[in-house]
């Protein structure tokens, strides 16, 4: 086993068996307050809370490190830790917990020099470990886990699905019964998003892909042309904009976005009854751009309709994991589980 292995291990150990047993981590903290000097608490506390989550994961890795080979100088970035890093995001995410691709990436991306001067705490902490013995390192180590091991969601495991069940009626049943649950838009955009990324991905994902954003992130701000959009290189070619809404909440916006994304076309995925055909068609007609306006059930039922039994499982894990993603309510996932229990759409022994 590698330094860089053993480091990893320790770390990972630590956050999973806190997880599994909060007492012991709240017991873990509570004992390294009084251990550690005040100061290496503040720091801790600091960086720990600190929104630019890349400093708390160099903590633990380093000190991860620290306890495997005492002799490291831990301000900089020891052989192996940029894989460690990127591991550590993957294992981070996998357990609801927010997490970064590459933590050295972001804070020291060119050089192993990680005492730069951006966080005082973060350098503190890696200067005070390397004057530390092996217990308070380890006390700080036990203290970074469980304080990160504190902040993964609730959330229930994606069940294993079991795929000849997924007919459509069985899956329309389930999503449109989902899209009736109020959920701020959550259901209705990543519902579609997930059925129309499987769709391309099974049949054009070497040409274009397909995009979504957060749920409440602007597309301004998100830089995209649509809650959900049909890209190629760096230009969306279709743009989607979906809501739980009303159609016509979307209209005054629509021309304006066709514009500012140099589109073709936009199209609106929205709450649109089957009484309301004329009146938005009328209203179409009236703009100069190419407008569309569909409702989300029957978008949803489409789509559904066009992909095998297999591609509904992909797109169902892909809405699942676009709702841990890209919005902050961990009921919403868990309802989704729930849903596809009770719809006997899972494994079960025996089958």
């Known amino acids: 086993m590698s330094t860089g292995t053993d480091a990893r291990d320790r770390v990972f150990t630590l956050v999973d068996q806190f997880i599994a047993d909060p007492n012991a981590g709240a017991t873990t903290i509570a004992n390294a307050r009084g251990a550690l000097p005040p100061a290496v608490v503040a720091d801790l506390d600091h960086v720990l809370a600190n929104r630019r989550i890349s400093y708390r994961d160099g903590v633990l890795i380093q000190l991860g490190y620290a ?8 301000t900089r970035r020891p052989e192996g830790a940029r894989g460690v890093a990127q591991q550590l995001g993957v294992f981070l995410a996998e357990r609801h917990i927010t997490a970064v691709k590459d933590a050295y990436q972001n804070i020291a991306k060119n050089t192993d020099r990680l005492a730069r001067g951006n966080v005082a705490e ?36 994606m069940p294993q699905l079991n795929r000849s069940a997924l007919t459509f009626a069985k899956t329309t049943d389930l999503l449109v019964a989902l899209l009736g649950v109020p959920s701020g838009g959550a259901y209705e955009q990543f519902t579609f998003a997930a059925l129309l ?16 954003k957060s749920l409440n992130a602007s597309d301004r701000s998100s830089f995209a042309a649509g809650d959900v ?31 500012d994304n140099d589109l073709s076309r936009l199209h609106i995925v929205a ?33 559904t309709a066009v992909l095998t039994r297999p591609q509904r499982a992909e797109a169902l894990v892909r809405l699942y ?15 989704l589980v729930r849903r596809l229990q009770s719809a006997n759409l899972v494994e079960r022994a025996g089958d």
């Open 271 to 303: 709450n649109r009854p089957e009484c309301d055909r004329a009146s938005a068609n009328e209203r179409l007609n009236q703009l100069a751009e190419d407008i569309t306006v569909l409702d989300v059930r029957q978008a949803v039922e489409v789509l």
């Open 321 to 335: 994991e676009y709702l841990d993603r890209y919005q902050p309510e961990t009921e919403r996932v868990n309802e």
């Open 67 to 74: 306890l495997i080979d005492a002799d490291l100088d831990l």
């Open 229 to 259: 959009q049909i890209a190629t290189g760096g230009r969306a070619i279709e743009a989607f904009e979906v809501t739980a809404n009303n159609w016509t909440k979307k209209i005054d916006g629509a021309s304006k976005s066709i514009r």
């Open 122 to 157: 973060f350098d503190r902490l890696l200067h005070w470990a390397n004057g530390a013995g092996q217990a308070e390192r380890a006390s700080a180590l036990g203290f970074a886990c469980a304080a990160v091991a504190a902040t993964a969601r609730p959330v229930l495991p």
């Open 197 to 212: 990324h499987t769709l391309v991905a099974n049949h054009a994902a070497d040409q274009v892909r397909v995009e979504t």
